[in-house]
């Protein structure tokens, strides 16, 4: 399965990557509306549940991708409740963000849920901390590409624009100079992801 990573999770999301304390595990929340799903439109789920470190840049991630849908006509919900991860409650929605998620977060059977979730074809996107949950899970491991493994302090990079055609790289120069915290994982994705932005921090 081929799959593209960006390298740094962080990147579209470079003005909220602060982190707070960390925080117990969070209680069941049922699923918020973020942004109405036009007639025909797809929809997404946000998943910020967090088993460990808690980031308090999540509020501003889940406001970014709330003004990205409203901007790009897709439907927005949230959650950080893991017993939604069944078929019929994943079945609405046409890809799920984990968004800065940490730690154990889904049982045995919610992971079967995502699995067959992905099996049929659905959408995945991991924002930050995403590489950096469900270490016991090999699936999940091969849908995130690479796990985390450290990361810098706020530092100037310069993120290279891979030769490589997708568009989420239309109207980026390269090098793209950024300051943030850069991470850093446990394997190389390349074998087996295309990796679109790969990053070189300054010395």
């Known amino acids: 399965m081929q799959r593209t990573l960006l390298a740094a999770f962080a990147l579209v999301f470079a003005s909220s990557c602060g982190e707070g304390p960390p925080a117990a595990d969070d209680t069941g929340a049922p699923v918020q509306e973020l942004a109405a799903t036009p007639a025909g439109g ?16 999540i509020p501003a991630g889940l406001s970014a991708l709330t003004a990205l849908a409203q901007q790009n006509g897709f439907g927005l919900s949230s959650t950080i409740d893991s017993t939604q991860f069944n078929d019929a409650a994943l079945a ?8 800065s998620t940490t730690g154990d977060i889904l049982n045995p059977e919610q992971q079967a849920a995502f699995e067959r979730y992905m099996a049929a074809g659905h959408g ?23 796990y985390f493994k450290g990361h810098s302090q706020p ?17 980026l120069s ?3 100079l950024r300051t943030d915290e850069w991470y850093g994982f446990s394997t190389n994705p390349r074998p087996t992801d295309t990796v679109l932005l790969p990053v070189h921090e300054a010395p």
């Open 42 to 57: 797809p929809r997404v789920l946000v998943f910020s549940r967090t088993a460990a470190f808690r980031h308090d840049s």
């Open 92 to 99: 609405p929605f046409a890809a799920i963000v984990f968004l």
């Open 124 to 146: 995945y996107v991991g924002v930050h901390a995403a590489a950096d949950c469900e270490y016991d899970w090999p699936f999940y491991e091969k849908v995130v590409g690479a």
């Open 155 to 171: 530092t100037s990079a310069e993120v290279q624009v891979e030769p490589v055609t997708h568009p989420a790289l239309s109207g």
């Open 174 to 176: 390269s090098p793209w």
